[in-house]
């Protein structure tokens, strides 16, 4: 079995060393999931922690998890997180010694390292001069490829002019690959396939790059089409001292933004392992690193690799890693950073089984990967074990807005072996409930199950390539779903009628029971709509004591009972269909939002929608012409004005949300009848931009 994650019990005794070798106190310069991770960790350490945080995080969990917390700005980053400036007046009032800047926002900012040791704040990450060697994609290539380590073909070079980079693409050929040289997560990341689409996608690049990294600067090089993203976990000390940690395979992507990832890398073989580890800490050795970094490769199925980039911070997905050496990284970052040498040497780091990652997103698959924003109407998670862990900023009730990554949980599962993670993942995610908005849950449940992805055959193509499996949407309604959201509405029904009987002058009248009585009628018909689709499905319910019901014709023997927990309704449900003798039992949760049923149970996952009979007619009224926003944000370009004639997939409106970019296209030929909105505005989901005729 694995070891138990260091810092997992916040009981733990506080260790002095770190107190005793200069941090009291320290600031978290960033938000969400890894805020609450730093602050778990520093607290097991006996450090105090000081959150920080803009407007539209004033009650978010990483705020709760530290000692203090101080308001930065308003919601945009810029105002806010990339604000270097408030964050150390906001270290200087509250006393902290360092500040940790987490992943994203500013953790690779240079002059915010330097700006932290102009004031006198120790920046818990590499020195400025690192990260201006190694934060620029362009810059790190040009060291790596000094040291003889190969790299991807491409422009790395200063000159950003635009007739420059696309004459550079002509000359690598295309695809190519458009990159911000100053960040990750796949913000300001385009393919262009074409010279034709090159301009367009370069400028959607940059925007995205300043938007996110306040750097437009961008690198361009061949785009390679099936490769597998192995990087390389590297660590090192103010003494001179640097080991790897082993490699983690991040091949499972979307919209070049990683979804799933695993340590071990599958098929990694000891002799790879140890050339890409030793290139990798020979990079980190030539620049004076200190602290956590990730060199990562673009390997092909051949077996020959690529030197991609170097983040010069700790990753999101470091918690496999953690899971397969039983290390606590961030705790490793904070010795680091008082002066302490290297907790272990490479000799003393080991694998200890298989490690999968899955990143649970507020999107939805079906639409594009498209950010979905509001407010978390029912959270569950799976519970923490040494098999199993979870990191999150959320929490039910908390709000998903526009202006950061769409990204709420992290679901780890660590095995003795591959299959054995894979199937624990499955098992983890089958646990995770989230209503109120969209999320792509089932699509990491799809994927974790498929046959791809469970031979270990990856490539960062994977789920393009096997779209129309993954990304079909249900053929039908679940019969098991409706016979569950029936039971449920019966089974609400009959508890409603009992907490009134209960308080009722005539506690035994009939008319306070959901049973063949239910007010003079032996049956109950319930329509439903699923998961937004046109048709609709009537369910006839007789709740006699054999419990039958119909669903539009075919009978069902259907019996359960009920209670209330954790703000759901559970379902213990015995069903067999037709004539058959048999019949499965299933727990099954079934969570009400308004007009809606989330239907949870084994290898179920459901959206019902309640219709009254005959009240629905007239729903599905076209408005042709009118292109709506496919979720909330703010418009960046708008290409046409009224009276212009355009031609199919003509690019009208970009919207970013979430720091990411959408384009709204013409679905057909025609002319603009109207524009309602101009760039730098703000619009709501479903707000009309263009009108087309």
């Known amino acids: 079995m694995a070891t138990p994650l260091p810092g997992a019990h916040d009981d733990a005794v506080p260790n002095e060393d770190v107190v005793a070798a200069g941090f009291s106190k320290i600031l978290i310069a960033n938000r969400g999931e890894i805020a609450c991770r730093i602050a778990r960790t ?19 969990l990483h705020v709760a998890a530290c000692d203090e917390a101080y308001r930065l700005g308003p919601a945009p980053p810029r105002e806010s997180y990339l604000n270097g400036d408030a964050i150390l007046g906001i270290a200087k009032r509250a006393g902290a010694q360092a500040v940790h800047p987490g992943y994203g926002f500013l953790s690779e900012n240079e002059a915010f390292a330097q700006a932290c040791a102009d004031a006198g704040v120790v920046f818990i990450g590499p ?16 060291i790596m490829a000094r040291a003889g380590v190969p790299v991807v073909p491409g422009y790395h070079g200063d000159d950003q002019d635009a007739a420059l980079l696309a004459r550079e693409a002509a000359r690598i050929g295309f695809p190519v690959l458009i990159k911000a040289t100053a960040g990750g997560g796949g913000k300001g990341m385009k393919i262009a396939h074409g010279a034709g689409e090159f301009a367009s996608a370069l400028a959607s690049a940059q925007r995205e790059a300043k938007a996110s990294f306040g750097n437009e600067r961008v690198l361009v090089e061949r785009y390679l089409s099936t490769p597998r993203h192995i990087e390389i976990q590297v660590f090192a000390d103010t003494r001179g001292n640097a080991v790897h940690l082993f490699e983690r395979d991040c091949s499972v992507q979307r919209r070049h933004q ?18 890409m580890g030793e290139a990798a800490v020979a990079a980190a050795k030539a620049i004076g690193y200190v602290g956590a970094g990730t060199a990562e490769f673009i390997a092909e199925q051949d077996g020959s690799f690529y030197f991609m980039e170097m983040n010069t911070r700790l990753q999101v997905e470091h918690p496999v890693t953690e899971m397969i050496t039983g290390l606590d990284l961030v705790e490793w970052q904070l010795r680091v950073a008082t002066g302490e040498p290297l907790p272990r040497m490479q000799q003393s780091v080991a694998i200890n089984g298989h490690a999968i990652e899955a990143r649970v997103y507020a999107e939805d698959p079906q639409r594009g990967f498209l950010p979905s924003i509001g407010r978390i109407a029912h959270w569950r998670m799976p519970a923490e074990s040494s098999r199993v862990r979870v990191d999150t900023g959320f929490r039910e009730g908390d709000e998903v807005t526009p202006y950061y990554d769409p990204m709420l949980a992290k679901v780890i599962a660590w095995g003795e072996d591959r299959e054995r993670a894979r199937s624990q993942l499955a098992l983890a995610l089958h646990e995770c409930e989230v209503t109120g908005l969209t999320t792509n849950i089932a699509l990491l449940e799809r994927i ?62 009939p008319w306070q029971a959901a049973d063949a009585w ?8 319930l329509m439903f709509e699923f998961d937004d689709m046109t048709g609709t499905h ?38 067999a269909r037709g004539n058959a003798t048999g019949a499965h039992t299933a727990l099954v949760r079934v969570v009400r939002e308004g007009d809606v049923r989330h239907v949870f149970g084994p290898g179920m996952r459901a959206r019902l929608v309640v219709r009254e009979l005959l009240a629905h007619a007239g729903d599905d009224v076209e408005h042709r012409g009118h292109l709506a926003a496919p ?13 212009d004639s355009v031609e199919k997939g003509a690019a009208l409106v970009v919207l970013e949300a979430m720091k990411m970019e959408h384009t709204i296209v013409a679905p057909a030929a025609g002319r603009v009848a109207a524009v309602h909105y101009a760039a730098g505005d703000r619009v709501a989901e479903g707000a009309d931009l263009v009108d087309l005729e």
């Open 127 to 142: 020195p400025p001069q690192a990260i201006a060697a190694m934060g620029s994609k362009s810059a790190a290539k040009s």
């Open 518 to 525: 239910w007010n003079g009628t032996s049956t109950h018909r």
């Open 631 to 643: 979720m909330s944000g703010t418009v960046v370009a708008v290409m046409v004005k009224a009276g």
């Open 448 to 509: 974790v199950s498929h046959a791809a992805f469970a031979s270990g055959r990856l490539h960062t193509g994977l789920i393009d390539a096997h779209r129309d499996e993954l990304l079909a949407p249900p053929a039908a309604a679940p019969a098991d779903a409706l016979i569950a959201a029936a039971l449920a509405e019966h089974a609400a029904l009959d508890m409603s009628y009992r907490e009134a009987a209960a308080v009722s002058a005539d506690p035994y009248s």
């Open 42 to 60: 520093a607290r097991r350490l006996g450090v105090r922690t000081v959150a920080v945080y803009s407007d539209a995080d004033a009650e978010a």
């Open 538 to 575: 009537v369910v006839t319910l007789s709740p006699r004591t054999d419990g039958w019901l119909a669903i539009e014709g075919e009978a069902f023997a259907a019996d359960a009972r009920a209670e209330r927990r954790d703000g759901a309704l559970w379902i213990e449900q015995r069903a």
């Open 258 to 275: 990683k979804v799933l990832e695993e340590a071990p890398a599958p098929g990694m073989d000891e002799a790879r392992r140890q050339a």
